[in-house]
């Protein structure tokens, strides 16, 4: 860029303020054209992920679509959101050529001006046809870095909606990660919430200065009606959320001090919506552990689910879909149950089972106990 505009007032000093207004003209058009494609952008992603989002939901529901017949509705409401994407995507690719061609026009629009007046100065005789073409040289050697480096802009235009989102979602999970003590722990002697208070947000609390006591031994029973908080206990004791007042006490000292990692080692969980990978059964057990045959065929019992499931080696579906509600739920409390933990923590693991798989368990888990 310097070399060439050096050339331009070398050749000829009278032809160089075209190059120089030219500039702010591109200057202009790339800052308006970076605004619509950043803009546009944004429409792009954010249409994407409803449409990803919206398949992601209604092939989860897909039962109730056909049971519903819902089929035409939810074609209407593809049709939408497929148009609304590619709408969105066909603006955005029309901004670029329109940018595209303003930007050749830019071009073409300076070398005419510039062979205009030249052709003027060399029949007035002050300019050589040499010079001419030097000239017209020289200013695309300092037009195209000019180019370049402007279109930089219209460039990270593109970019920038879905860098914005990724360091939103940096952000948002740097400020939900996990706080972790470092103190070990080998055992549980007895855990106390000390005036514990907690709410998704600070405008409405699930729980309010809770207190209460349990001991090594102690079987423990939380009842409430939906949303009174039971499975929000069990959410804070297995360190997901901090209280926002109040303190978890385990064997005298605060949760926040433990390991995280190892102090969950010393529980075994069965979640109101525990998650089964799609594996097989004898996987989901075990996970990464290593557990003897004997302790699976004992916990499978113990659980009352058929054997025909542990030697079935196929996948059991995302979140155990090809399993039943009462399946999935002896599955997540066989992987409970072939664990030896201090602490066992069951939230309303028996809902879809029968009345004696029902029995049959809660005998286990208090022999297991005792």
């Given at each position: 860029f310097v070399g060439g505009l050096i050339g331009l007032f070398v050749v000829d000093?009278?032809?160089?303020?075209?190059?120089?207004?030219?500039?702010?003209?591109?200057?202009?058009?790339?800052?308006?054209?970076?605004?619509?494609?950043?803009?546009?952008?944004?429409?792009?992603?954010?249409a994407n992920c409803a449409v990803g989002e919206w398949f992601g939901d209604n092939l989860e529901g897909i039962r109730e679509i056909r049971l519903f017949n819902l089929g035409q509705i939810k074609k209407r409401q593809m049709g939408d959101k497929v148009f609304d994407m590619a709408d969105s995507t066909k603006r955005l690719n029309r901004t670029d050529v329109y940018n595209g061609g303003i930007d050749s026009l830019t071009y073409e629009l300076l070398e005419t001006l510039i062979y205009l007046l030249g052709v003027h100065f060399i029949f007035a005789g002050t300019m050589s046809l040499g010079s001419l073409f030097a000239f017209v040289t020289y200013s695309m050697a300092v037009m195209i870095p000019i180019s370049n480096f402007l279109?930089?802009?219209?460039?990270?235009?593109?970019?920038?909606?879905?860098?914005?989102?990724?360091?939103e979602f940096?952000?948002?999970?740097?400020?939900?990660?996990?706080?972790?003590?470092?103190?070990?722990?080998?055992?549980?002697?007895?855990?106390?919430?000390?005036?514990?208070?907690?709410?998704?947000?600070?405008?409405?609390?699930i729980i309010n200065d809770v207190s209460f006591e349990v001991n090594r031994g102690d079987k423990v029973a939380i009842v409430g009606k939906n949303g009174s908080g039971k499975t929000t206990i069990f959410s804070l004791l297995e360190g997901f959320y901090l209280p926002m007042h109040g303190n978890i006490l385990i064997n005298g000292r605060s949760l926040a001090e433990?390991?995280?990692?190892?102090?969950?080692?010393?529980?075994?969980?069965?979640?109101?919506?525990?998650?089964?990978?799609?594996?097989?059964?004898?996987?989901?057990?075990?996970?990464?552990?290593?557990?003897?045959?004997?302790?699976?065929?004992?916990?499978?019992?113990?659980?009352?689910?058929?054997?025909?499931?542990?030697?079935?080696?196929?996948?059991?579906?995302?979140?155990?879909?090809?399993?039943s509600g009462g399946q999935k739920q002896k599955v997540a409390l066989a992987r409970m149950l072939a664990r030896d933990r201090c602490i066992y923590l069951l939230d309303e693991s028996t809902s879809s089972m029968d009345m004696n798989s029902e029995r049959l368990l809660f005998e286990s888990i208090l022999a297991k106990c005792n």
């Open positions: 000093h009278r032809l160089v303020f075209i190059v120089i207004l030219i500039i702010p003209i591109k200057l202009l058009t790339l800052r308006f054209f970076s605004k619509l494609r950043e803009k546009l952008s944004t429409l792009v992603i954010n279109n930089i802009k219209y460039i990270l235009s593109g970019i920038m909606p879905a860098a914005l989102k990724y360091f940096i952000d948002e999970s740097q400020r939900n990660a996990e706080e972790s003590g470092t103190i070990g722990i080998n055992y549980i002697e007895r855990i106390e919430f000390k005036n514990v208070t907690f709410g998704y947000s600070s405008e409405k609390l433990y390991e995280l990692k190892q102090y969950r080692q010393r529980l075994a969980c069965m979640n109101q919506n525990s998650y089964l990978f799609n594996d097989t059964v004898r996987e989901n057990i075990c996970l990464s552990d290593e557990i003897f045959q004997d302790v699976i065929s004992r916990v499978a019992k113990q659980c009352s689910f058929d054997d025909t499931l542990l030697r079935n080696n196929y996948p059991i579906g995302s979140n155990g879909s090809r399993l």
